[in-house]
């Protein structure tokens, strides 16, 4: 029989650094759950992504155990940001423009992040990741 999911938790966490500070230890301990057990589990799985933060999804047990899944990517702001030379968005997105990136350095992005998106075409994940851009206040190069 199936273990009893009490709890998901979907987090974003920088790679390799979890500690018992906010955001993951009062999400974890209201559940019970081992705080610096999973700071090294996280830690260890994403070592290799240092500087990105990475969306993780805790799902918690009723017996106080629990799995979890990391992204397969970094978060899409972040690897934009990195690719711009950014360290941070733009406030007023479609007024100030931060940063500017071409259609190939985007295809790039899409193809990376891919993985974690809700489609396989690869034409949409490049409107996905455009999108984004957008949001973060960079411009891509026609």
Not at 25 to 34: E, I, T
Not at 45 to 52: A, E, H
């Amino acid at each position: 029989m199936p273990k009893e999911i009490k709890a998901i938790l979907k987090l974003q966490i920088p790679a390799g650094a979890a500690t018992p500070a906010p955001p993951v230890g009062p999400a974890l301990a209201q559940h019970g759950l081992n705080i610096a057990e999973f700071c090294k589990k996280f830690n260890d799985v994403t070592r290799d992504q240092k500087g990105y933060k990475i969306s993780v999804k805790v799902t918690v047990f009723e017996d106080r155990t629990y799995t979890f899944k990391v992204a397969k990517a970094p978060l899409t702001a972040d690897l934009l940001k990195k690719a711009a030379g950014i360290e941070k968005g733009s406030g007023e997105a479609n007024k100030k423009k931060v940063g500017k990136l071409t259609k190939d350095q985007i295809k790039k992005i899409a193809e990376q992040k891919i993985a974690d998106l809700n489609t396989e075409d690869i034409e949409v994940a490049i409107k996905i990741v455009s999108a984004t851009a957008k949001n973060v206040g960079i411009e891509i190069e026609k």
